[in-house]
């Protein structure tokens, strides 16, 4: 797939108070970092079924958008923002949380199958495309099928908490490859090797 900039970042997450610290949230966390930085507000955006802001990132002009319909329906916020500002699935970079990475760890995925993550799922489905790019932070699994729910939905303890945020540190460090779509780059820096 051609690296072309980023247009769209989209940070996947659950809406309300009740879920704002649980480790299904950590693409929101991720946005808001962003949108922090930069001195920028999230607005409520009804077209887009979300919350978005604008900031500008190494020279490119970025959107942010947070779905506020709940992680399952996530592409229905995602497709509507895409398809009115003609962004290409692969000017999108979807964050999202991953069971299959341990706590702590980051990884930049260029397009792929949605690997079970509901978010990814319907995003995949509403878009008619997987080719965007995907910003994976590992939350750990909690070993059998059973406790996954209770697992995403839950918050993390204050030793793994941290190392998400240490992760959500490493991961903003390299905004200006992410954003410049060199995602070659940020591999390299986030996966501690050579790119896969």
Known sequence: ????????VVGLGNPGGGYAETR????????????????????????FHGE???LEVAGERLR???????????????AAMARFYRVP????????????LPAGEVRVK????HGGHNG??????????????????GIGHPGHREGVTGHV???????????????????????PHLVNGDWQAAMRHLHGRGAP
């Open 1 to 8: 797939m051609d690296s072309i900039p980023l247009a769209l």
């Open 24 to 47: 299904h949230n950590i693409g929101f966390w991720f946005v808001d970092r962003m949108a922090a930085a930069a001195g920028a507000r999230f607005r409520n955006d009804s077209r």
């Open 52 to 54: 978005s802001a604008e």
């Open 64 to 78: 942010l958008l947070k779905p506020t319909t709940f992680m399952n329906l996530s592409g229905q916020a995602v």
């Open 89 to 100: 699935p692969q000017a999108i970079l979807v964050v999202h949380d991953d069971l299959d």
């Open 110 to 113: 260029v397009g792929g199958g």
């Open 120 to 137: 990814l799922r319907d995003i995949v489905a509403r878009l008619g495309d997987s080719d965007f790019v995907r910003l994976r932070f």
């Open 153 to 175: 939905l839950s918050r993390p303890a204050a030793d793994e908490r941290a190392a998400l945020h240490a992760a959500l540190d490493r991961a903003l460090a390299e905004l």
